[in-house]
């Protein structure tokens, strides 16, 4: 974990899609925020296909999750985040 994740006051993660933005990137995940404004740590174990270092600090994506916090897809969208 990176010395300023350490400054997010993250929340524990729930299962399902979301929309957010990418505030920092880890080895092994993002920090993202999410619409509603919370801050989470999404990680990133392959299930995806993707690496964390495939994207960019500020970009907005849509993020799904299983109950066992997997994360099994991740998209890039154009924009901004919507409420």
Same mark, same amino acid.
């Given at each position: 974990?990176?010395?300023a994740a ?13 929309q957010g933005?990418?505030? !920092?990137?880890?080895?092994?995940? $993002? ?7 919370? @801050?989470v740590r +999404? /990680? ?14 500020? !970009?907005?994506?849509?993020?799904? $999750? ?7 897809? @991740?998209?890039? +969208? /154009? ?5």
């Amino acid at each position: 974990m990176s010395q300023a994740a350490d400054e997010y006051d993250t929340a524990p993660m729930e299962a399902g899609t979301f929309q957010g933005k990418i505030l !920092e990137i880890e080895e092994h995940g $993002l920090v993202v925020q999410k619409s509603d404004g919370e @801050v989470v740590r +999404i /990680p990133m174990s392959g299930e995806t296909g993707k690496r964390a270092t495939d994207f960019n600090v500020e !970009e907005v994506v849509v993020l799904t $999750l299983t109950p066992e916090g997997i994360t099994t897809s @991740v998209i890039s +969208i /154009p924009g901004e985040i919507s409420p």
